[in-house]
């Protein structure tokens, strides 16, 4: 079976969200994300559609019903999917990466995800335990994978892509999931689609069985943040936003700032507690680099210089 058969979505048009969300609490900065990523849910659907017929070398996107009552909910949908039934995890999980540092920490994040559904953790290699590969199609091992999937990784999948292949055990083979990217975010994201195919917490959960080829139809997806209404949010609270974010696909965070971004040329503006330094900078820039989040910040200047004016 080749990549042609693979179930397909005919485009679909959704309403333009009407909401607006004044951000004065910690309270309003969750819904404000709630919703974007309600956005993303409902959007990326029409956008991925759209997209699929000009992405280059690239075959129609996935009908989210076409797998029947067995279709995956997935945020967002992947431009290709064929779904195929459930399997258990009966002796537990392993996630196994190459040497790359980047596919550890993956492995590591995909890891824990499945811990905390209390799905249980086994050694590799231990016999009747479902691996978890994540595999650089550059590697032998990845070029196998995909011989045996019969999915191709081309062109458009380069920069994000990854193809998924998720099946039960069958002929004394234990059950197996294979992620095979060219790179260390096509790996990421297909990790996050990974997560998001267990049905259920603990021994009732169970893995959909798929064979996914996805890759992204823009190349920048992000939410822009306004730091300078009501308080400033913790940086341990925008680190959580960074991991709610990837885990979606998501991959600009764009914080906005009037007088909340400290500048030690000019430090009376920011009040003390109530802004984001230097160093809460680099630290929360690192942070997003390893979930493959991309911060663009937005200083504001002559049209909103009101609060500087004040000192």
């Given at each position: 079976m080749d990549s042609s058969t693979l179930s397909r979505r005919p485009p679909r048009v959704f309403p333009a969200p009407r909401l607006i969300v004044s951000p004065v609490s910690g309270a309003g900065r969750r819904l404000g994300l709630a919703v974007a990523l309600t956005i993303v849910a409902q959007g990326s659907r029409a956008v991925r559609a759209a997209g699929a017929q000009a992405a280059p070398g690239s075959t129609a996107a996935a009908d989210?019903?076409?797998?029947?009552a067995g279709s995956p909910n997935l945020v967002p949908m992947p431009r290709e999917i064929s779904a195929r039934g459930t399997f258990a995890f009966t002796r537990g999980v392993s996630v196994v990466a190459g040497p790359d540092a980047e596919?550890?920490?993956?492995a590591r994040e995909l890891t824990e995800a499945l811990r905390d559904r209390r799905v249980p953790i086994a050694p590799a290699g231990v016999a009747g335990v479902v691996t978890v590969r994540l595999l650089r199609r550059d590697t032998p091992e990845g070029r196998d994978a995909l011989r045996r999937s019969g999915l191709a990784l081309d062109t458009a999948m380069i920069a994000e892509g990854y193809v998924l292949t998720a099946e039960p055990a069958t002929g004394g083979v234990a059950g197996r999931v294979e992620?095979?990217?060219?790179?260390?975010?096509?790996?990421?994201?297909?990790?996050q689609t990974v997560a998001q195919l267990i049905d259920g917490d603990g021994p009732r959960a169970r893995l959909l069985s798929v064979r996914i080829r996805d890759w992204p139809a823009v190349r920048w997806r992000g939410l822009h943040d306004d730091l300078s209404r009501g308080s400033v949010p913790t940086l341990e609270f925008q680190k959580q936003q960074i991991r709610t974010l990837a885990a979606y696909k998501v991959n600009v965070y764009s914080p906005y700032f009037e007088h909340t971004l400290a500048y030690a040329s000019n430090p009376l503006p920011a009040p003390p507690g109530g802004v984001m330094t230097r160093d809460d900078a680099r630290e929360l820039a690192a942070y997003a680099r390893r979930y493959h989040v991309e911060i663009i910040p937005e200083q504001q200047s002559f049209g909103h210089l009101h609060h500087f004016f004040m000192y």
């Open positions: 989210p019903g076409a797998t029947g596919d550890r920490f993956t992620v095979v990217a060219a790179n260390g975010a096509g790996l990421f994201y297909g990790a």
